[in-house]
């Protein structure tokens, strides 16, 4: 092989190699704050349009009732079973313009359970659909109706509370407390900042510090859950 043919072969395999690696760095970085990738389960559809950007999948417009309706019928159909599911479709008060879902689905051979939440963006017109693989936890639900309002504390010690009547953010917060995880471990890590949120029926205390795991407690137990950047801006906590 001539030495001009051995140049041109090397720099081929080098064009090859500096390909494999930018599209594998792109992947990494694309799907980088995923605890699961659909794409790589043939048991988990995506959705048509769906496109991955980082922590998430969005797609543009207003088409969670038809992701919605998407995995609900598809992923039986692939050997999964709903754990439970709730929607903004079971609300039936004019005044919720909560728009999205969030379910739980096991299957057998699944190590954990598999999440798929979505909900729509309006100010960015667009979708937005989470998938994540959590261990199989519990998460008993503490609340089941939606008072008119809910007072929140940020610190024990205040004596009036930030009222929030908006029906969209109560269901939030709701929804995000109801999911928390049960924790059965009596000893809580220390947590520098404590609040409190007055539901009217039941008081929850809300352990947190920054990018740590948060603490709920009431009279129904210990529940411990993600700091969701969501749960901050519903209940106007600082985090």
């Known amino acids: ?30 799907y980088e704050g995923m605890s699961i990738i659909p794409e790589q389960h043939k048991d988990i559809p995506l959705f048509k349009g769906l496109k991955p950007t980082r922590s998430q999948y969005v797609i543009k417009g207003n088409h969670w009732e038809d992701i919605y309706d998407f995995y609900i019928s598809k992923l039986p159909s692939l050997g999964w079973k709903v754990e439970h599911v709730e929607s903004a479709l079971d609300n039936n008060d004019i005044e919720n313009d909560w728009s999205g879902f969030y379910s739980r689905w096991r299957k057998e051979g699944f190590d954990g359970e598999l999440w798929v939440s979505s909900n729509y963006n309006q100010f960015d017109d667009k979708t937005e659909v989470i998938f994540d693989k959590t261990p199989i936890h519990k998460s008993t639900s503490w609340i089941e109706e939606i008072p008119n309002n809910i007072c929140i504390y940020e610190t024990l010690n205040q004596e009036d509370c930030l009222v929030i009547a908006d029906k969209t953010k109560i269901k939030g917060i709701k929804t995000l407390i109801n999911k928390a995880i049960d924790w059965d471990d009596e000893k809580l890590s220390k947590r520098e900042k404590t609040s409190v949120i007055d539901f009217g029926n039941m008081k929850i205390k809300v352990y947190y510090e920054n990018d740590k795991e948060i603490y709920i407690q009431s009279k129904k137990g210990t529940k411990i859950m993600k700091p969701e950047p969501e749960f901050f801006e519903l209940t106007n906590l600082s985090q």
């Open 1 to 30: 092989m001539s030495r001009k043919s051995i140049f041109l072969s090397a720099g081929i395999a080098l064009l090859i190699a500096m390909s494999w690696f930018g599209y594998h760095k792109a992947t990494d970085d694309t």
